[in-house]
T-cell receptor
Framework: AQTIHQWPVAEIKAVGSPLSLGCTIK??????LYWYWQATGGTLQQLFY??????VESVVQLNLSASRPKDDQFILSTEKLLLSHSGFYLC??????????FGAGTRLSVL | QQKVQQSPESLSVPEGGMASLNCTSS?????YFWWYRQHSGEGPKALM?????GDKKEGRFTAHLNKASLHVSLHIRDSQPSDSALYFC????????????FGQGTILKVYL
């Protein structure tokens, strides 16, 4: 079974500061990987997806970027945080029957 | 715009009762549906998938899909306090590739 580890668990950052969130997948080779964003109590909005190393597709423009440096790693980042970036960031991997499996998430507070 | 609408926004049922959650799509291209459950502070977990018209039962959970009416539902029998969570319906179109669209969620509270 695949496992998804996200880091850090939580971040408190200042507006204008840089950010890097990470996600590592174990137990599945060449996974399709996704980043989602969720406002508190809100729906999940897909941000990026990647089907292979070095290739990332953007779904929405939120002044964020993503990279896939390794087969099992997906990174979300920005050089300048905005207040609107606050929320819950979730990494996901596609499993059997195209079901998405999510990590535990990173809670980001931008002040 | 939102292409997957869930109802009700919130629902309270007694322990042991039946909870019924609904989801309607506005896009006939959506062919594949999932139900996810998210406890506070955690990532969502997949409960069930349903791709064909009719019912699909897994333990206390039954999903029903009617593609003609673009409606999918989730019924939880013998609800437990641990079922209290945020429930999402998600849909994918055959042509959408990697995009999974989530509804806005239904908050379920199971009280003693």
């Amino acid at each position: 079974a695949q496992t998804i580890h996200q880091w850090p668990v939580a971040e408190i950052k200042a507006v204008g500061s840089p950010l890097s969130l990470g996600c590592t997948i174990k137990g599945k080779s060449s996974p399709n990987l996704y980043w989602y964003w969720q406002a508190t109590g809100g729906t999940l909005q897909q941000l990026f997806y990647s089907i292979t190393v070095g290739q990332v597709e953007s779904v929405v423009q939120l002044n964020l970027s993503a990279s896939r440096p390794k087969d099992d790693q997906f990174i979300l980042s920005t050089e300048k945080l905005l207040l609107s970036h606050s929320g819950f960031y979730l990494c996901a991997s596609r499993g059997s029957q195209n079901t998405l499996y999510f990590g535990a998430g990173t809670r980001l507070s931008v002040l | 715009q939102q292409k997957v609408q869930q109802s009700p926004e919130s629902l309270s049922v007694p322990e042991g009762g039946m909870a019924s959650l609904n989801c309607t799509s506005s896009d006939r291209n959506f062919q594949y549906f999932w139900w996810y459950r998210q406890h506070s502070g955690e990532g969502p977990k997949a409960l069930m998938s349903i791709f064909s018209d009719g019912d699909k039962k897994e333990g206390r959970f039954t999903a029903h899909l009617n593609k003609a009416s673009l409606h999918v539902s989730l019924h939880i029998r013998d609800s437990q306090p641990s079922d209290s969570a945020l429930y999402f319906c998600a849909a994918r179109a055959t042509s959408s590739g990697q995009k999974l669209v989530f509804g806005q969620g239904t908050i379920l509270k199971v009280y003693l």
